[in-house]
């Protein structure tokens, strides 16, 4: 298809991106927190007439949002019901009885999505190992939909224990509860057929609870894309970074929580592999967050699952878990929309409230009146006020001045500048100290890596971020303003199924295992072939642990049939991970159980390999044609900046810090201790520049 178009819905701008025979038209839209879906259609008329097309020409939309995401931290779903074994009522309440701040008298945790009273229990009992050790309570059942039926639910969860093993039960209660309720009903086996009840009860819970918004919104999407002549089909991008149909993303709502972000780490990822840069930290900032994301050997980083609405941003167990497979990265609440604030000890702070789209930040002119990240970068000269977007926005340097000094300004004795320049290096900080965490957690150095910075605020922080983190090299690649919308349009058709089943090495049986893996294989390839026809790549891994240990480490194992020799090498190909990961193996006498408790098969269609291309560090410097004064950290006052058009630069040529280089969705700022080089394929390289 060659005629492709990308809908990244942020939290302030929705990007759009038009893939025309190679050749990229994009825009970015303020959200539309009414009728999401009309920022859509906006940007579409937009980037159509700047490429002379009807939408009719479309050949495929490929759409990610963070609208599911939003109704679990806003608590913006539907009334739901949850229907559970009899004696887990409260499982999704008492969580794991884990505290993630031991000492902490006041500590908050988030509320269940479902109240108690909206939580039924029906005799009936699977076994660990799939048997049944208590029938299924039909007539309770039966009795529990005409409950259901008259009590106002827009959606119902049903998680009985141990489906994972044995749905049997969960696809009888729905079958019964379907006859007398109309509403949609998730079933905690197809939705996170996997260990650990908590979890899983908690990723059926929260699918039901945005399924019906989600549902809507996505069937008014597709009607409205017809009317306007989009006729073409729509497919999201999911937590892992592939491609469904929007009918299972309508089933299946929760596998979109985090779709925007994996496709900035897919775009980041196709830079690292262009340029053969096996280590790369994705920076993404963009309106209301920024994501940090580790990509290595050309491929971000995945985990099993993730939390959403943390009460505490750092903290790990304060959110509520969702189980299902998603690029892993660490986000916080930096974005060009996040609040500044002093609070109580005479501290800058800022961030997480955003103000979004609606009111915006103050220089908007929208009715907001709080300084946000935006304001700062204003008022210290880094965004021209009649080039913002494109020109699409006018910003008023007067209001977000007084936004600074009204809010935070006369609170700390400080002018407009020096306001702003606080503002900023909190913020600077605290992604830094984001990005650090991130890094220690998975045993890695950062300032190894090369930072490659995108979204629409990430290039006017990205220098002074790698200043902070003694990082040398940073990345911002064409079209880096629309960066999450460009990875849309390279992400593969792909789907990832994940089953529990505790398989102890001592008693390994092939063909079980194979069957286990086949019948895998067959539900990943089936949501791929919704999109493409074209040759799978597969992904098989097991995670695998010593009997008696909390959790699990994967390993990859080869795609092909299993014999019952291969249970050595299974041992093997474990305790070489766990080594990996650990330092060392516990057993090297071989004396522990080993087990495999969770297996996955990944399925994606084959993609072509971008063009390579070898970083050069300049031939040619460029001079400026004009300048304005931008706030330098380094001297701590403005300096006389040099202002350079991305478009007007070629390969090899050398820009000195300090700099500005503009283009329509964004502007990268060169400090003084970098420089900029122009590549062959339009991507600016930011270098250190006792490092060239």
Same mark, same amino acid.
């Given at each position: 298809?060659?005629?492709?178009?990308?809908?990244?819905?942020?939290?302030?701008?929705?990007?759009?991106?038009?893939?025309?025979?190679?050749?990229?038209?994009?825009?970015?839209?303020?959200?539309?927190? !009414?009728?999401?879906?009309?920022?859509?259609?906006?940007?579409?008329? &937009?980037?159509?007439?700047?490429?002379?097309?009807?939408?009719?020409?479309?050949?495929?939309?490929?759409?990610?949002?963070?609208?599911?995401?939003?109704?679990?931290?806003?608590?913006?779903?539907?009334?739901?019901?949850?229907?559970?074994?009899?004696?887990?009522?409260?499982?999704?309440?008492?969580?794991?009885?884990?505290?993630?701040?031991?000492?902490?008298?006041?500590?908050?945790?988030?509320?269940?999505?479902?109240?108690?009273?909206?939580?039924? !229990?029906?005799?009936?009992? &699977?076994?660990?190992?799939?048997?049944?050790?208590?029938?299924?309570?039909?007539?309770?059942?039966?009795?529990?939909?005409?409950? &259901?039926?008259?009590?106002?639910?827009?959606?119902?969860?049903?998680?009985?224990?141990?489906?994972?093993?044995?749905?049997?039960?969960?696809?009888?209660?729905?079958?019964?509860?379907?006859?007398?309720?109309?509403?949609?009903?998730?079933?905690?086996?197809?939705?996170?057929?996997?260990?650990?009840?908590?979890?899983?009860?908690?990723?059926?819970?929260?699918?039901?609870?945005?399924?019906?918004?989600?549902?809507?919104?996505?069937?008014?999407?597709?009607?409205?894309?017809?009317?306007?002549?989009?006729?073409?089909?729509?497919?999201?991008?999911?937590?892992?970074?592939?491609?469904?149909?929007?009918?299972?993303?309508?089933?299946?709502?929760?596998?979109?929580?985090?779709?925007?972000?994996?496709?900035?780490?897919?775009?980041?990822?196709?830079?690292?592999?262009?340029?053969?840069?096996?280590?790369?930290?994705?920076?993404?900032?963009? +309106?209301?967050?920024?994501?940090?994301?580790?990509?290595?050997?050309?491929?971000?980083?995945?985990?099993?699952?993730?939390?959403?609405?943390?009460?505490?941003?750092?903290?790990?167990?304060?959110?509520?878990?969702?189980?299902?497979?998603?690029?892993?990265?660490?986000?916080?609440?930096?974005?060009?929309?996040?609040?500044?604030?002093?609070?109580?000890?005479?501290?800058?702070?800022?961030?997480?409230?955003?103000?979004?789209?609606?009111?915006?930040?103050?220089?908007?002119?929208?009715?907001?009146?709080?300084?946000?990240?935006?304001?700062?970068?204003?008022?210290?000269?880094?965004?021209?006020?009649?080039?913002?977007?494109?020109?699409?926005?006018?910003?008023?340097?007067?209001?977000?001045?007084?936004?600074?000094? $009204?809010?935070?300004?006369?609170?700390?004795?400080?002018?407009?500048?020096?306001?702003?320049?606080?503002?900023?290096?909190?913020?600077?900080?605290?992604?830094?100290?984001?990005?650090?965490?991130?890094?220690?957690?998975?045993?890695?150095? &950062?300032?190894?890596?090369?930072?490659?910075?995108?979204?629409?605020?990430?290039?006017?922080?990205?220098?002074?971020?790698?200043?902070?983190?003694?990082?040398?090299?940073?990345?911002?690649?064409?079209?880096?303003?629309?960066?999450?919308?460009?990875?849309?349009?390279?992400?593969? @058709?792909?789907?990832?199924?994940?089953?529990?089943?505790?398989?102890?090495?001592?008693?390994?049986?092939?063909?079980?295992?194979?069957?286990?893996?086949?019948?895998?294989? !067959?539900?990943?390839?089936?949501?791929?072939?919704?999109?493409?026809?074209?040759?799978?790549?597969?992904?098989?891994?097991?995670?695998?642990?010593?009997?008696?240990?909390?959790?699990?480490?994967?390993? $990859?194992?080869?795609?092909?049939?299993?014999?019952?020799?291969?249970?050595?090498?299974?041992?093997?190909?474990?305790?070489?991970?766990?080594?990996?990961? @650990?330092?060392?193996?516990?057993?090297?006498?071989?004396?522990?159980?080993?087990?495999?408790?969770?297996?996955?098969?990944?399925?994606?269609?084959?993609?072509?390999?971008?063009?390579?291309? !070898?970083?050069?560090? +300049?031939?040619?410097?460029?001079?400026?044609?004009?300048?304005?004064?931008? @706030?330098?950290?380094?001297?701590?006052?403005?300096?006389?900046?040099?202002?350079?058009?991305?478009?007007?630069?070629?390969?090899?040529?050398?820009?000195?810090?300090?700099?500005?280089?503009?283009?329509?969705?964004?502007?990268?700022?060169?400090?003084?201790?970098?420089?900029?080089?122009?590549?062959?394929?339009?991507?600016?390289?930011?270098?250190?520049?006792?490092?060239?």
């Amino acid at each position: 298809m060659t005629i492709r178009l990308g809908a990244d819905i942020g939290g302030t701008f929705t990007d759009i991106v038009l893939d025309l025979h190679g050749k990229l038209f994009s825009t970015k839209v303020l959200t539309n927190y !009414t009728a999401p879906e009309q920022a859509i259609l906006d940007g579409i008329a &937009i980037v159509c007439a700047d490429a002379g097309i009807a939408p009719s020409a479309l050949e495929i939309v490929i759409h990610g949002t963070t609208l599911a995401t939003n109704a679990l931290i806003e608590r913006r779903g539907a009334k739901t019901a949850f229907v559970t074994t009899e004696g887990f009522r409260d499982v999704t309440e008492m969580r794991t009885e884990n505290r993630f701040a031991q000492y902490d008298l006041n500590l908050r945790l988030p509320t269940p999505l479902i109240p108690r009273e909206d939580r039924f !229990t029906v005799a009936g009992r &699977i076994g660990a190992q799939g048997q049944e050790l208590a029938p299924l309570d039909e007539a309770a059942l039966e009795t529990l939909a005409d409950r &259901i039926a008259a009590g106002g639910y827009g959606a119902v969860a049903i998680g009985f224990i141990h489906s994972y093993m044995n749905p049997a039960h969960e696809a009888r209660a729905r079958e019964i509860l379907s006859r007398k309720v109309t509403v949609p009903i998730s079933i905690s086996s197809e939705v996170a057929p996997q260990m650990r009840e908590f979890e899983r009860f908690n990723t059926v819970c929260a699918n039901a609870y945005v399924r019906p918004q989600m549902s809507a919104y996505l069937g008014r999407l597709q009607t409205r894309l017809a009317d306007m002549g989009a006729t073409c089909p729509v497919f999201m991008i999911h937590s892992g970074g592939g491609l469904v149909s929007v009918e299972t993303a309508a089933e299946f709502p929760v596998r979109l929580v985090e779709s925007g972000p994996a496709g900035g780490a897919i775009f980041a990822a196709d830079v690292a592999r262009r340029f053969g840069l096996d280590r790369v930290v994705s920076y993404d900032m963009g +309106g209301t967050t920024a994501k940090i994301c580790l990509i290595e050997d050309f491929h971000p980083k995945t985990a099993r699952s993730f939390e959403v609405a943390r009460t505490y941003r750092f903290a790990k167990g304060s959110g509520m878990p969702i189980a299902i497979p998603v690029i892993e990265m660490i986000e916080i609440g930096a974005g060009g929309g996040s609040i500044a604030s002093v609070d109580a000890m005479g501290r800058i702070q800022t961030g997480p409230e955003s103000a979004g789209s609606e009111p915006g930040p103050a220089c908007y002119g929208r009715g907001g009146t709080r300084p946000a990240i935006t304001d700062a970068d204003l008022t210290m000269g880094k965004i021209d006020p009649d080039n913002f977007a494109g020109g699409a926005i006018r910003l008023s340097s007067e209001a977000a001045e007084t936004a600074i000094i $009204t809010h935070v300004g006369q609170r700390l004795a400080l002018d407009a500048q020096a306001a702003a320049f606080g503002i900023s290096e909190v913020v600077d900080e605290n992604m830094a100290n984001a990005a650090r965490v991130h890094a220690v957690e998975n045993g890695k150095d &950062i300032s190894d890596n090369i930072m490659v910075a995108f979204g629409g605020a990430a290039p006017l922080h990205a220098a002074r971020l790698c200043e902070k983190l003694g990082i040398d090299r940073c990345l911002v690649p064409p079209g880096a303003g629309v960066g999450s919308a460009i990875g849309f349009l390279k992400a593969p @058709f792909g789907y990832e199924s994940l089953a529990s089943n505790l398989i102890r090495l001592s008693a390994f049986d092939a063909d079980t295992f194979n069957t286990l893996i086949a019948t895998l294989t !067959t539900t990943a390839e089936g949501f791929v072939r919704k999109g493409t026809q074209g040759p799978i790549q597969r992904e098989i891994t097991a995670f695998m642990r010593y009997a008696g240990q909390g959790w699990e480490i994967p390993v $990859t194992l080869p795609d092909r049939p299993f014999t019952s020799a291969d249970a050595a090498m299974l041992k093997d190909a474990f305790r070489s991970n766990y080594a990996r990961f @650990f330092g060392r193996s516990i057993d090297a006498l071989g004396g522990l159980e080993i087990e495999i408790v969770t297996l996955s098969v990944k399925a994606q269609d084959e993609r072509p390999l971008p063009d390579s291309v !070898t970083l050069t560090t +300049g031939t040619r410097t460029v001079a400026a044609t004009h300048t304005r004064p931008v @706030f330098d950290p380094a001297t701590a006052r403005p300096l006389p900046t040099a202002i350079h058009d991305r478009s007007t630069l070629t390969a090899a040529d050398r820009i000195p810090g300090p700099a500005v280089i503009v283009e329509r969705e964004t502007a990268t700022i060169v400090t003084s201790p970098f420089d900029a080089v122009m590549q062959a394929d339009g991507t600016l390289l930011l270098l250190r520049k006792d490092k060239a």
